[in-house]
């Protein structure tokens, strides 16, 4: 099946840092979702993005297809952000999650 | 549209009992998955429905896992004499279904999360 790696594991920032999140896959993939897991264990969408480029406020996310991975950006980063960032596609019927990025925005 | 919803939240259940849990998807989507996540990790798909058809059960951990979805709106996922490794977030998710595009965009529930002692 599809492999899905996540880089960094661990992210510890100021508040007011940017940061950049990494998903590789190891396979060509037409569905591909971020999500935040919030401390409650709620996943949140944030991005449905299979290809290309999308931004919503201080979020943004580009897709390469072809070369089998996609960032997450995070700018000016605020406390409320903490928690653990998860990329996932769509392998047949089910998403394969990575293992996710763990944020930590310190005030 | 109110997300989709799970009930309970918590479940504490003494090894070898049976626990149920519920799944209400969006309303207007047709599909429906079953995931499961243990401490540190993403969460695993174990089970999909399409309506009222399950159409990928493979992934369930064990026999002792089932999942139904009767009249293709909410949808139980069971397990059956519960062991400690069972302890973990059981979340639900739903689709619109359909080819292509947001119509595969999978919105989660806020998870049942199992303590087996």
Request: hydrophobic content about 30%.
């Amino acid at each position: 099946g599809i492999q899905v790696e996540q880089s960094p594991p661990d992210l510890i920032l100021q508040e007011g840092a940017n940061s950049t999140l990494r998903c590789n896959f190891s396979d060509s993939v037409n569905n591909l979702q971020w999500f935040h897991q919030n401390p409650w264990g709620q996943l949140i969408n944030l991005f449905y993005i299979p290809s290309g480029t999308k931004q919503n406020g201080r979020l943004s996310a580009t897709t390469v297809a072809t070369e089998r991975y996609s960032l997450l950006y995070i700018s000016s980063s605020q406390t409320t952000d903490s928690g653990v960032y998860f990329c996932a596609v769509k392998e047949g019927n089910d998403m394969r999650f990575g293992a996710g990025t763990r944020l930590t925005v310190k005030p | 549209d109110t997300g989709v919803s799970q009930d309970p939240r918590h479940k504490i259940t003494k090894r070898g009992q049976n626990v149920t849990f519920r799944c209400d998807p969006i309303s207007e989507h047709n599909r429906l998955y079953w995931y499961r996540q243990t401490l540190g990790q993403g969460p695993e798909f174990l089970t999909y429905f399409q309506n009222e058809a399950q159409l990928e059960k493979s992934r369930l951990l064990s026999d002792r896992f089932s999942a139904e979805r009767p009249k293709g709106s909410f949808s139980t996922l069971e397990i059956q004499r519960t062991e400690q490794g069972d302890s973990a977030m059981y979340l639900c998710a739903s689709s619109l279904g359909g080819s292509g595009g947001h119509y595969n965009e999978q919105f989660f529930g806020p998870g049942t999360r199992l303590t087996v002692l």
